[in-house]
């Protein structure tokens, strides 16, 4: 290998369109655990991950905030960034599509591709499915609907500028089988055998006329045009080399691009086949990985139970949630999100095996030897009859055990779950050694012994955190520091069980992992203020009492003197004015034109002397922000809701 080839990781540059969940942190963490890990090892690393900011579902998300789409990119790129630091990832860069730099090399490709005679303008007729931005055959369609996502299509005939994928089918088939590590899991990369033998490849459709799609990086050879999302999104991988990571590093090809399973067809076909096209060499592997569900059912916004990182991280920590998503399920499979899965980990895996050892040993030494670690110690061989166990098996088996876990293999195919059952291998085997040498006996029957075995306690959890610093950095961190550590960095040259290092202190430390009582589903409920007692039920004929009805803006202006009164004029059907206090949030200019809810049949009232005639539902943030409810789709003024 190059000696100068650096580790080179990415992860999906993420839409914009809405605020990071789970899914985008799993990816995000894994990443971030391998990149720790080759760092650990000594190789340069650079880790990717950014944001995906042009295209329709961008475009659509800022108008309905009445943003320009660039406007509401940065806004939402923050959430991201805070998101990243708050799980502690260690990414080298940050890229965003709507980088100037990007934005030039994606037009450079273009333009060179163009030159070539790899992209030609061609007439076009097709399906297409607005939500997704993509073209589909009639043979595609799932009952006359979008295959992805189940919504309608549309019948679409204009011209449009093509990428002749379809002439590196064989060749990228080629690839693939000569290549065994090049798609994993392998169950992935049969999947892309399969389609990739069984059918036709297309050429890619990779433009969009501008009347359609305006927010996007106009073709540099038609100015009428506008890129398809994805070529621009995919060449992230490679723009970001040219003005974000250290020139003196080669990290071309890509060791890994980990990305979800949904997104495994533009990875392993598009951007292989445009890697070809540019004649540059294909990533190392591509890992595809699985979807998490929340109690049995898929993530979503209506049904409420899209899992925010963030609140996990508040309530149970950044280290319990890593360790949970990685430790839970195998790094491929789907999987499945409870709270209660993630106590029940933190309880059993975090405060019992680990959590105790720690302590025990720390306490244990600290009242033995005074917080004493005699390093390397030995004992007389003369003296060393009457071992209670023998410190050597213990010694030989967790040596083999390091061997295992540090099995660079099982880190390259992101075989997480597996080494975290070794590290815990490793820690009941220290639990263990402690169980049957009690160290308590051993100080009154022969006290020379002692420090040999508080040593060997030591150093196993000493190795122990350095395994465990990529998947929990924070911890590893203040354990190293309560090992007596803190002049030293946590690195490979840490895993050998001989240290250089004559003696350590250790120190105190707070409880890292407290147990969780567990709660009924009922219970937490209660705690949330979510639970409905019977008599708090209402009838349907009482909620038929209320009267809902779109509301379209047609006025709004400041209510004087008042700094959070807005009073609107609102066609519900009829104009009604209605006084609310969303003034903190929202401009009157930004709410002309909004389709909102109104409650209309509300008795009126005064509010500083000006009237209003009913009400519009809003929502309180935790953070005391309000947002106004507003209909996704055209409808009319005066309809009903139920
Ligand atoms: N912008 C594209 C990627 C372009 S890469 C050149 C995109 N963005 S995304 O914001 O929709 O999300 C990307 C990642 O989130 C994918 O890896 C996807 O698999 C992951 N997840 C989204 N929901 C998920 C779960 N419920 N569970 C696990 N990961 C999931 O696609």
């Known amino acids: 290998m190059n000696q100068n080839k650096g580790f080179y990781i990415t992860t999906p540059i993420y839409y914009v369109n809405d605020i990071p969940h789970i899914g985008h942190a799993y990816t995000t963490i894994a990443a971030d655990i391998l990149a720790r890990y080759m760092r650990l090892k000594g190789r340069k690393v650079f880790f990717l991950t950014g944001t995906d900011e042009h295209g329709q579902k961008v475009e659509r998300a800022a108008l309905q905030k009445g943003k320009t789409p660039k406007e509401h990119a940065d806004i939402m790129v923050e959430n991201f960034k805070t998101l990243w630091k708050g799980l502690n990832i260690s990414n080298d860069a940050f890229i965003r599509t709507t980088d100037e730099e990007h934005k030039r090399i994606v037009q450079e490709i273009l333009q060179r591709l163009y030159d070539k005679g790899e992209i030609v303008k061609r007439k076009y007729s097709g399906m297409y499915c607005t939500p997704c931005e993509r073209f589909w055959t009639e043979k595609d369609l799932v009952e006359g609907k979008c295959p992805d996502c189940g919504r309608d299509v549309e019948f679409i005939e204009e011209e449009n500028y093509f990428f002749l994928m379809s002439k590196y089918q064989d060749a990228l088939i080629e690839h693939i089988e000569k290549n065994p590590s090049y798609i994993l899991p392998e169950t992935r990369k049969n999947e892309v055998l399969g389609f990739l033998k069984n059918r036709t490849l297309g050429d890619l459709c990779i433009s969009r006329p501008k009347h359609r799609l305006e927010w996007g990086i106009i073709l540099p050879f038609d100015e009428n045009y506008t890129t398809y999302v994805w070529f621009d999104a995919l060449v992230n991988y490679y723009s970001a080399l040219k003005y974000l990571a250290p020139e003196d590093v080669e990290w071309w090809p890509p060791d890994h691009h980990l990305i979800g399973k949904d997104i495994l067809t533009t990875h392993a076909v598009y951007w292989s086949t445009m890697l070809m096209a540019l004649e540059l060499p294909l990533p190392r592997n591509i890992f595809a990985h699985g979807w998490w569900t929340v109690k049995g059912k898929k993530m979503s916004k209506s049904l409420g139970n899209v899992v925010n990182p963030s609140e996990v991280i508040k309530k149970y920590g950044v280290d319990a949630f890593r360790y949970f998503l990685f430790r839970e399920v195998s790094f491929g499979l789907d999987g499945d999100f409870s709270e209660e899965a993630l106590i029940r980990r933190i309880n059993n895996d975090l405060a019992n095996d680990f959590g105790n050892l720690l302590n025990r040993f720390l306490v244990m030494n600290e009242k033995y030897m005074k917080g004493a670690v005699k390093i390397n110690s030995i004992i007389p061989r003369s003296e060393a009859t009457r071992n209670l166990y023998s410190d050597n098996e213990f010694l030989s088996s967790f040596k083999s055990l390091i061997e295992e876990i540090n099995n660079e293999t099982l880190w390259d195919e992101f075989k997480f779950n ?164 969303i003034g903190e949030q929202y401009s009157p200019e930004e709410l002309t034109g909004r389709s909102i809810v109104v409650l209309a049949n509300l008795k009126p009232a005064k509010l500083m002397g000006v009237e209003s005639q009913g009400m519009l539902l809003a929502a309180t943030g935790e953070d005391g922000k309000i947002s106004i409810l507003t209909i996704d789709r055209e409808v009319n003024a005066g309809a009903g809701i139920k």
């Not at 291998?425 to 308590?440: C, D, F, G, R, V």
């Not at 150093?459 to 395994?467: D, G, H, K, Q």
């Not at 949330?528 to 009492?545: N, T």
């Open 418 to 581: 597996i080494i975290l059952e070794k590290i815990w291998q490793a820690i009941s085997l220290t639990n263990n050694y402690i169980a049957k040498t009690e160290p308590w006996k051993v100080l009154k029957e022969e006290p020379e012994r002692l420090p040999l075995i508080l040593f060997n306690i030591w150093n196993a959890i000493r190795i122990i955190t350095v395994f465990l610093y990529p998947f929990m950095p924070e911890t590893a961190n203040k354990i190293w520091y309560a090992l007596g550590l803190r002049d030293y960095i946590i690195d490979y040259k840490m895993l050998k069980l001989e240290l250089d290092i004559k003696e350590a202190k250790t120190e105190k430390i707070e409880q890292l992992f407290p147990k969780i009582e567990i709660k009924t589903e009922e219970q937490m409920k209660v705690e949330k203020g979510e639970e409905a007692k019977v008599e708090d039920l209402i009838s349907i004929e009482d909620f038929m009492k209320i009267k809902l009805k779109v509301g379209k803006v047609l006025q709004a202006e400041r209510v004087k003197g008042s700094k959070k009164l807005i009073k609107l004029i609102v066609d519900i059907g009829e104009e009604r004015q209605i006084v609310a206090g």
